[in-house]
């Protein structure tokens, strides 16, 4: 393409060039923003009623403990940056236990 086709092109859309998957990587870091913004954290339940935003974080998660465990994940370095930046929980039950208990609790 030529610069004034990129130009134009970016005049539309400052991402048109993103795949489809870039794009819904955005959308949801977005939304996991907002929900951040909302609640507090970025501990979103699987029951949110933004199935869309709850399913991607459990996903999130998952590939993130592929990664951790030395299995193929598709999750980046950058992502898992990125995410961190935000103050994404990925473990949801070491969160829970920390945030209402200050693990505290003996057994």
Not at 88 to 96: G, K
Request: hydrophobic share 30%; glycine share 4%; with cysteine.
């Amino acid at each position: 393409l030529d610069d004034a086709k990129v130009s134009a092109l970016a005049a539309l859309d400052p991402d048109w060039w993103k795949n489809s998957h870039e794009r819904n990587w955005d959308m949801r870091c977005n939304e996991l923003e907002e929900y951040r913004m909302k609640n507090g954290d970025c501990c979103v339940p699987i029951s949110h009623p933004n199935q869309k935003l709850a399913n991607w974080v459990s996903s999130v998660r998952k590939k993130f403990k592929r990664k951790a465990s030395g299995e193929h994940s598709t999750l980046s370095d950058e992502q898992i940056e990125q995410l961190n930046s935000l103050g994404f929980v990925w473990d949801r039950w070491d969160y829970e236990y920390e945030t209402r208990f200050g693990g505290k609790l003996n057994f």
